[in-house]
Nanobody, 126 residues
Framework: QVQLAESGGGLVQAGGSLRLSCAAS????????MAWFRQAPGKEREFVAAITWNGGSTVYGDSVKGRFTISRDNAKNTVYLQMNSLKPEDTAVYYC???????????????????WGVGTQVTVSS
């Protein structure tokens, strides 16, 4: 079983920055792609960013490109999301997730992830 625990959320003014962390425990972490998703009230959960097992490749949702950076430290079993130039529309609960398989195909698809954290709230005030 895999446990994922997000931290680092909070309240920030527009234009500010936050760094989210996701600590993984349980089965091996380093072989699997990891991702961040977010869900705003009344909206579906949406893809934010993903990273391959060794950090060699990253993918971002269109709304966060150029502002967010995903990274990982396999020695610490942790994945990060650096969020800069935050906007009120970034307000959401942010979830980290581990992909079902080590295969990197369809890395942005929510259905490809089967282990989820409980989420951390990010609120951006205008």
């Amino acid at each position: 079983q895999v446990q994922l625990a997000e931290s680092g959320g909070g309240l920030v003014q527009a234009g500010g920055s936050l760094r989210l962390s996701c600590a993984a425990s349980g089965r091996p972490f380093g072989s699997y792609p990891m991702a961040w998703f977010r869900q705003a009230p009344g909206k579906e959960r949406e893809f934010v960013a993903a990273i391959t097992w060794n950090g060699g490749s990253t993918v971002y949702g269109d709304s966060v490109k150029g502002r967010f950076t995903i990274s990982r430290d396999n020695a610490k079993n942790t994945v990060y999301l650096q969020m800069n130039s935050l906007k009120p529309e970034d307000t959401a609960v942010y979830y980290c997730a581990r992909k079902k398989t080590v295969v990197e195909a369809m890395i942005t698809a929510l259905i490809q992830y089967n282990f989820w954290g409980v989420g951390t709230q990010v609120t951006v005030s205008s």
